[in-house]
C-alpha cells in the first residue's frame, strides 16, 4: 500500500517544445493533458495525428531524480526530463499494469519510461545511463478530470502492494 503526493506538473504545447510548470491541468480520457503535445496530438513527429494511450501521462519520482543526480553528479531537474507529473512516495516501476489515482483522476499504469536519445540530445551527455530503469512511468487516462499539485497518488485497489 501506498500513498503519495504530486508535487509539479509540466505539459509542452507543442513537439519539441520547452516544457512549462502548471499548477493544474485537466486529464482528458483517451487524449491526454489539455495543452499539452501529445493531447492535441501534435507530439513527436512519429506520433503526429495519432493517439496513443502510452503517450497521454508520463510520471516520474522525485525519488529517482535525487539518486540519479547523486550518482551521476549532473544537474537533472523535473522539467528537463520531459515527464509530467512529478511525484514523491509512489512507486512508480511497480505500477505497471495497475490503476491508481491522482486526486479523482484514474490513471493505469502501461510501461517503464525510458529515458531515450531525444532526451540526452537535448540536455547532458550520460542522463539516459543516469535514469535507466527510474526513467518514469507512461500510463493511460482511465476516468479524467482535474489534476493539481499537491493531490494525492494512490491505489483504486486498496489491497494494490508496493514492490
Known amino acids: 500500500m501506498f500513498a503519495g503526493r504530486l508535487l509539479a506538473i509540466a505539459i509542452a504545447?507543442?513537439?519539441?517544445?520547452?516544457?512549462?510548470?502548471?499548477?493544474?491541468?485537466?486529464?482528458?480520457?483517451?487524449?491526454?493533458?489539455?495543452?499539452?503535445?501529445?493531447?492535441?496530438?501534435?507530439g513527436a513527429a512519429q506520433f503526429r495525428g495519432?493517439?496513443?494511450?502510452?503517450?497521454?501521462?508520463t510520471l516520474i519520482a522525485e525519488e529517482a531524480i535525487a539518486a540519479a543526480c547523486q550518482e551521476s553528479g549532473l544537474p537533472?531537474?523535473?522539467?528537463i526530463t520531459r515527464?509530467?507529473?512529478?511525484?514523491?512516495?509512489?512507486p512508480l516501476n511497480?505500477?505497471?499494469?495497475?490503476?491508481?489515482?491522482v486526486g479523482e483522476v484514474e490513471l493505469k499504469g502501461?510501461?517503464?519510461?525510458?529515458?531515450?536519445?531525444?532526451l540526452e540530445k537535448r540536455t547532458f551527455p550520460f542522463i539516459k545511463q543516469a535514469l535507466h530503469n527510474r526513467g518514469g512511468l507512461r500510463a493511460m487516462?482511465?476516468?479524467?478530470?482535474?489534476?493539481?499539485?499537491g493531490?494525492?497518488?494512490?491505489?483504486?485497489?486498496?489491497?494494490?502492494?508496493?514492490?
Do not use: W
Not at 13 to 42: C, N, Q, T
Not at 50 to 57: D, G, S, T
Not at 76 to 79: A, K, Q, S, V, W
Open 110 to 118: 502501461l510501461e517503464l519510461c525510458q529515458p531515450c536519445g531525444y
Open 141 to 149: 487516462i482511465v476516468r479524467g478530470g482535474q489534476i493539481a499539485i
Open 13 to 42: 504545447r507543442e513537439a519539441k517544445g520547452p516544457m512549462e510548470a502548471v499548477a493544474s491541468v485537466e486529464a482528458v480520457a483517451g487524449e491526454g493533458l489539455r495543452g499539452d503535445r501529445y493531447g492535441a496530438g501534435i
Open 151 to 163: 493531490n494525492e497518488i494512490a491505489p483504486v485497489n486498496p489491497g494494490l502492494q508496493a514492490g
Open 76 to 79: 537533472i531537474e523535473h522539467l
Open 50 to 57: 495519432r493517439r496513443k494511450p502510452e503517450n497521454e501521462v
Open 83 to 90: 515527464r509530467n507529473l512529478l511525484t514523491t512516495g509512489v
Open 94 to 101: 511497480d505500477l505497471v499494469g495497475k490503476t491508481f489515482r
